[in-house]
């Protein structure tokens, strides 16, 4: 069973063909056995290498905004560790246009409502941790900080013991986000992530098996 309602999947995938979209690479997306849907707007993406998990509640109710959050924990899923690099990050719109992980620096000075964002996000959070029983040791996913508060880096080590959690941060070109399917990507020599998200997508998205 696809990780999304089959209707609402065929409806984006007919736009995604009227609008010259690789229709084949979001339906692999949306259909990969690596893609499960954990709640309404909880969606992971688990193979042998890494597990992460996006909480999307926060992003799913901030569409016209510049500026989006996804709830984001990581961890490898057995042997080595697993580095992540900042520019190994991006978010892939419903029309194709792929939007980096941006820098600190500009999304200090892109968002300077971030404290606020951080709290209406804080009231809508979804329990994402208790996706990883297995973890016993947690540390701070440091990509981006409130400025001054905490330090940054561009680069996160995970194992199969050590639970990664923080927010990742993505600016729209546009200045607001369309309602899609939009592809979450990690990619390096290594790590090979596809997560599609359903942002502003209204119905009851069904769980997989």
């Known amino acids: 069973m696809s990780p999304f309602p089959r209707r609402l999947a065929r409806a984006w995938l007919a736009v995604a063909a009227l609008s010259g979209i690789g229709v084949a690479g979001i339906r692999a997306d949306l259909e990969s056995p690596n893609v499960k849907k954990l709640g309404r707007t909880?969606?992971?993406?688990?193979?042998?290498?890494?597990?992460?998990?996006?909480?999307?509640?926060?992003?799913?109710?901030?569409?016209?905004?510049?500026?989006?959050?996804?709830?984001?924990?990581?961890?490898?899923?057995?042997?080595?560790a697993v580095e992540i690099f900042r520019e190994d990050v991006a978010l892939i719109a419903p029309d194709g246009t792929r939007m980096p992980m941006p820098s600190q620096r500009r999304?200090?000075?892109g968002n300077p409502d971030l404290r606020r964002m951080l709290l209406q996000a804080r009231v809508t959070r979804d329990p994402l941790a208790g996706y990883f029983p297995a973890c016993f040791r947690e540390e701070r996913l440091g990509f981006f900080a409130v400025p001054g508060e905490a330090i940054v880096f561009d680069q996160v080590t995970v194992d199969r013991d050590?639970?990664?959690?923080?927010?990742?941060?993505?600016?729209?070109?546009?200045?607001?986000?369309?309602?899609?399917?939009?592809?979450?990507?990690?990619?390096?020599?290594?790590?090979?992530?596809?997560?599609?998200?359903?942002?502003g997508i209204e119905g009851t998205l069904e769980r997989t098996k």
């Open 42 to 80: 909880v969606s992971r993406y688990k193979d042998d290498v890494l597990q992460i998990v996006i909480g999307y509640k926060h992003a799913q109710h901030h569409l016209e905004s510049r500026w989006i959050l996804l709830e984001t924990c990581i961890s490898a899923t057995r042997g080595p």
């Open 107 to 109: 999304m200090a000075e």
């Open 162 to 199: 050590t639970l990664a959690w923080g927010d990742l941060f993505f600016e729209s070109p546009k200045g607001r986000f369309e309602a899609g399917i939009y592809t979450l990507v990690v990619e390096n020599k290594s790590v090979h992530v596809r997560l599609p998200l359903a942002l």
